[in-house]
């Protein structure tokens, strides 16, 4: 059964900004640090951001400044907020743990594409 959700991609201007979302369950939302990664076409999957249960936000150096990462733990729900998007962002995002990523766990993703 599916664990993690992504949407809110799409098709953004540089400069530009998106939010995306990710469902979990109760579960997940109530014990975890959650985290979000992003995998370009041909390229390896990396850290963008994890947030902690209290909500302290850690982010990859190429993103620091410019997104930011929170969660709903009522609403089940981890978001990451995108601003100043640059076309090097083009990705699929994932949620997933934010420690420790579960292989089996990683959902379709959502596209963000930043035009050049």
């Known amino acids: 059964q599916v664990q993690f959700v992504e949407s809110g991609g799409g098709l953004v201007q540089p400069g530009g900004s998106l939010r995306l979302s990710c469902a979990a369950s109760g579960t997940v939302f109530r014990f975890f640090v959650l985290g979000w990664y992003r995998q370009a076409p041909g390229k390896q999957r990396e850290f963008v951001a994890n947030?902690?249960?209290?909500?302290?936000?850690t982010y990859a150096d190429s993103v620091l400044g410019r997104f930011t990462i929170s969660r709903d733990n009522d609403k089940n729900t981890l978001y990451l907020q995108m601003n100043g998007l640059k076309p090097e962002d083009t990705a699929v995002y994932y949620c997933?743990?934010?420690?420790?990523?579960?292989?089996?766990?990683w959902g379709q993703g959502t596209q963000v594409t930043v035009s050049s």
């Open positions: 947030i902690t249960l209290s909500g302290t936000g």
């Open positions: 997933n743990f934010g420690k420790v990523p579960i292989a089996t766990y």
